[in-house]
């Protein structure tokens, strides 16, 4: 869960672009390794208070030079020493970019009962059920032990079904959560950098 938003702005006073490759020795010779070039740009920044800094972002598109005013969205996470990149804006084109793994470790949410304790939960309710079903029911409340154990046995073979759609569900509600939460956290960001943008921009 993250702690806090952090929003930077000001004026690029110099842009630095590298890029790293992952080499691998093989019998045929060094060869770059496939998926592993990895572009980055570094901009120096003379923010709004007049304090310099500097931030780093990986594979980025948004083409920025220097005089030009950017804003950088930030989060702080537990348990990450390093606040991650979270999007970027470029104010004097009035474009931006959106770094999806910083994103998604910002904004995504466990629910506080996992898949295990939901198919736990529903399988107790399950047993009571049949249990009460079995007992009553059936046998006019004279089922004794047997209609436990076999409230138990079906509670215990419907637990992996109930697991697995509580699963199912999680991943798809967590999916729909996240993309409004998203949609939502971009123009609430854009909003509020706006104020930073440069006269007749």
Known sequence: MADTLLISAGDVIEVQLTSETVVIDTPQGRQVEQGHITNRMRLFIKQIDGKEAKFDFEDTELGVRETQRVAVVRGRLKKRPEPVNLILFNLASGEKDCFEPGLFAYLSRKPFFGPLWKAAGLSMLLVLIFWAVS???????????MSIYLAIMFGFLTYPVFWWI????DRLTERMRYKNARKSFIAEMEARVRVYAPSGA
Do not use: A, Q
């Open 135 to 145: 007992n009553f029911m059936e046998r006019d409340g004279h089922g004794g032990t």
């Open 166 to 169: 509580c699963g199912l569900w």
